[in-house]
């Protein structure tokens, strides 16, 4: 995400379609499937992990996307630094009954934090 995304040079460099794909200051669809009546305030490209991990647990998705983003490519950092963006897995954890914790594993940490990226989790109760 930020504000110089280009979503179709991220749609090439990582060989896939992404689910999310909003250019600064451009109309999009929504997760609704409908035109964005405002321009978007900020770029940004995602994937999703849910239509393809059947898990209530965070690792399992949070390697899917590793993997299938290829996150540890060698001169990925330095990309994202000379395009302006910053990685980030955004992350939804349902906790309903408020005693589970999410477990985010010392390697993935490390990866992100090499990558300059971010792990944010938005808990819901």
């Known amino acids: 995400m930020g504000d110089s995304v280009v979503p179709e040079f991220w749609t ?8 999310t ?6 109309h999009f669809i929504t997760p609704s499937g409908r035109p964005s009546r405002a321009p978007g ?3 940004l490209w995602g994937v999703g992990s849910k239509s393809f991990v059947r898990s209530d ?8 996307l590793i993997e299938r983003l290829n996150l540890s490519r060698p001169g ?6 000379r395009e302006g963006v910053k990685v980030r897995f955004w992350c939804y954890w349902d906790n ?3 005693d589970r914790v999410p477990d985010v594993p ?4 490390a990866l992100m934090e090499a990558l300059g990226g971010t792990i944010e989790i938005d808990e819901y109760r």
């Open 41 to 43: 305030r900020v770029g």
């Open 76 to 81: 990925l950092r330095e990309l994202l630094g």
């Open 57 to 64: 647990q965070l690792e399992p998705h949070l390697r899917y």
């Open 21 to 26: 794909a909003i250019t600064k200051g451009g």
């Open 12 to 19: 090439e460099y990582f060989g896939l379609r992404p689910d």
């Open 96 to 98: 309903e009954t408020g």
């Open 106 to 109: 010392d390697d993935i940490r």
